[in-house]
T-cell receptor
Framework: GDSVTQMEGPVTLSEEAFLTINCTYT??????LFWYVQYPGEGLQLLLK?????DKGSNKGFEATYRKETTSFHLEKGSVQVSDSAVYFC??????????????FGTGTQLKVEL | SQTIHQWPATLVQPVGSPLSLECTVE??????LYWYRQAAGRGLQLLFY??????ISSEVPQNLSASRPQDRQFILSSKKLLLSDSGFYLC???????????FGPGTRLTVL
């Protein structure tokens, strides 16, 4: 079956540090890939997405590139801020197994940014 | 534009009591609808999804049920809550234009 693997957290960084959160996947079909962000006490918000190999999704300074050869979709940001502290979820939608646009989520990575 | 509502925002219920959580979507027609549970410090578990009125798919056996009485309304229910039903419940929607899902603000359920 499909699966998404994320690096364990929490990840603690100083403000303005470089961020990488690793995400790898296995899928039956050719999936679309997503990063969601969850701020404390809130629902999930779509951060960025990519639908085919070599696509780069970007939003709010975050970016991730769909790497089919390594089955990865790592999230990066050049300079994090305290306001980026949240839990980040990697997810995929598989057109073969994901009837009804079902998503397969990773377990989430908590990011803490300190001054 | 589309919006998704969930209520209540928080709920404290005794073990053995019934449950009804409601989710409604505005600004779209015939959406796919989803219920997730997020236990404390853990990832998301898909509980139910629906591709149309009266069509419910259950992803995991559990103490909960779901119904879709109207096109843009999705209800999560239980006849008798268990301690293990505590968690953060999230509703989401998608449609044939957007293959991503859009989430509601969630309901925090505590079963005592």
């Amino acid at each position: 079956g499909d699966s998404v693997t994320q690096m364990e957290g929490p990840v603690t960084l100083s403000e303005e540090a470089f961020l990488t959160i690793n995400c790898t996947y296995t899928a039956t079909g050719y999936p679309s890939l997503f990063w969601y962000v969850q701020y404390p006490g809130e629902g999930l918000q779509l951060l960025l997405k990519a639908t085919k190999a070599d696509d780069k999704g970007s939003n709010k300074g975050f970016e991730a590139t769909y790497r089919k050869e390594t089955t990865s979709f790592h999230l990066e940001k050049g300079s994090v801020q305290v306001s980026d502290s949240a839990v980040y979820f990697c997810a995929l939608s598989d057109p073969v197994t994901g009837g009804g646009n079902k998503l397969t989520f990773g377990t989430g990575t908590q990011l803490k940014v300190e001054l | 534009s589309q919006t998704i509502h969930q209520w209540p925002a928080t709920l404290v219920q005794p073990v053995g009591s019934p449950l009804s959580l409601e989710c409604t979507v505005e600004g779209t027609s015939n959406p796919n609808l989803y219920w997730y549970r997020q236990a404390a410090g853990r990832g998301l578990q898909l509980l139910f999804y629906s591709v149309g009125i009266g069509q419910i798919s259950s992803e995991v056996p559990q103490n909960l049920s779901a119904s879709r009485p109207q096109d843009r309304q999705f209800i999560l229910s239980s006849k008798k809550l268990l301690l293990s039903d505590s968690g953060f419940y999230l509703c989401a929607w998608s449609d044939w234009i957007y293959n991503e899902q859009f989430f509601g603000p969630g309901t925090r359920l505590t079963v005592l």
